[in-house]
């Protein structure tokens, strides 16, 4: 079993940062791929980034790329998002979650454990 606790978001205008923190419960985190996902009002929730175990190997959607950043701390059993250059588009809830399988890191349905989420808002 992992919990998932995310943090860091909040109001932030154009241009912006934001570091997203995930901090996971249990001892097995270092065997789980971890991913951010998004979800906008009235829209369906979106992949944002995913990393495997080790963090040695990333993925990111289009929309996100060269902006935002996964990383991951096993010692410390969190996984980050840092977001640079936010768009008001950015504006939506972000959720962390944890999978066994980063091959499919794009796909929702393998995600076995889901965070609250934090909501991160880009408005001047």
């Known amino acids: 079993q992992v919990q998932l606790v995310e943090s860091g978001g909040g109001l932030v205008q154009p241009g912006g940062s934001l570091r997203l923190s995930c901090a996971a419960s249990g001892r097995t985190f270092s065997s789980y791929a971890m991913g951010w996902f998004r979800q906008a009002p009235g829209r369906e929730r979106e992949f944002v980034a995913a990393i495997d175990w080790s963090g040695g190997n990333t993925g990111y959607d289009d929309s996100v790329k060269g902006r935002f950043t996964i990383s991951r701390d096993n010692a410390k059993n969190t996984v980050y998002l840092q977001m640079i250059s936010l768009k008001p588009e950015d504006t939506a809830v972000y959720y962390c979650?944890?999978?066994?399988?980063?091959?499919?890191?794009?796909?929702?349905?393998?995600?076995?454990?889901w965070g609250q989420g934090t909501q991160v808002t880009v408005s001047s």
């Open positions: 979650a944890a999978t066994k399988y980063f091959s499919g890191y794009r796909e929702m349905e393998l995600y076995e454990y």
